[in-house]
């Protein structure tokens, strides 16, 4: 009967990410079936967490992210939560050995939302740091299986594709962060001054990350390397379309992938996944 709890509470964490993240949802599926529950676990905690600074405004968020985080480590420790995300997530944090360096550098990153930050590069490397390259880690834990050696050697590539992603995700948002929530990441920014040339340093870096994590997914274990390219395609599409408008559309309008265009990158990622060409 523990096995059907675990698994109901599996099942929560994926409805979880098939409402927030239909992009997500669809790396998922692509990934080989006995890595799914693993990783919508890893999201639906992520999104919990997330949830918690960015939406929650008429209650106390302090006091939320800390009960959260308390509760996390309890779980984790006592392998069992009545809480259906947090007892999935330490299902797999548990079988799969995910660090609890991985899980704090996250809950801080989270926590540094809370309070109004100028980021200069030292506070933006960690922020990205917590919030997004531990992310990439802890579901490289789950794609290696518990082979250290190949964890240690795709560590570096995982860490600056979550980092892409990252901020990819905040120049897409750069509008909306401003606005709804007073934040401007990138280092020494000022919105209402966001420049092609500002844009066109942060694409630079941005697009560093990129190459250097490309090499990264060419060596996971074929289970988990369809749905990370597809990840990594639907993102450089997206960047792609941002490098071609200039910085005052990115502080009008969220730029968007369209679904035909999604379906389009999932069936040419997928012949080439057939034909042995990633």
């Not at 941002?242 to 069936?267: F, G, M, S, Y």
């Amino acid at each position: 009967m523990e096995q059907l709890f675990n698994d109901t509470c599996m099942q929560c964490s994926k409805v979880i990410t098939q409402a927030y993240s239909t992009s997500f949802t669809l790396g998922i599926k692509t990934l080989d079936k006995k890595l799914h529950m693993p990783i919508y676990a890893i999201y639906g905690f992520v999104r919990c967490a997330d949830e918690i600074v960015d939406t929650f405004h008429d209650h106390d968020k302090r006091k939320l992210l800390a009960r959260f985080e308390k509760h996390t480590y309890q779980a984790i420790d006592q392998k069992l939560s009545l809480n259906p995300v947090l007892n999935a997530f330490q299902c797999v944090v548990n079988k799969y050995g995910i660090d609890k360096k991985y899980i704090d550098a996250f809950l801080k990153s989270m926590a540094m939302d809370l309070d109004d930050h100028v980021y200069d590069r030292s506070l933006y490397d960690e922020y990205i740091y917590g919030s997004a390259e531990v992310v990439g880690l802890m579901c490289l834990k789950v794609f290696c299986e518990g082979d250290e050696e190949m964890f240690k050697r795709l560590e570096k590539p995982a860490r600056s594709l979550g980092a892409a992603f990252q901020k990819v995700n905040f120049l897409r948002d750069m509008k909306s962060d401003y606005k709804e929530r007073g934040r401007v990441y990138f280092p020494k920014v000022e919105y209402r001054k966001f420049s092609n040339e500002c844009k066109a340093e942060i694409e630079q870096d941005i697009l560093k990350d990129f190459n250097y994590a490309y090499a990264g997914i060419m060596a996971l274990p074929r289970s988990a390397r369809m749905g990370v390219y597809l990840a990594y395609v639907y993102y450089r599409k997206l960047f792609r379309k941002i490098q071609a408008l200039p910085a005052k559309h990115i502080l009008k309008e969220r730029v968007r992938v369209p679904d035909n265009t999604k379906l389009a990158l999932l069936l040419s990622s997928y012949v080439k996944y057939r034909f042995n060409a990633i």
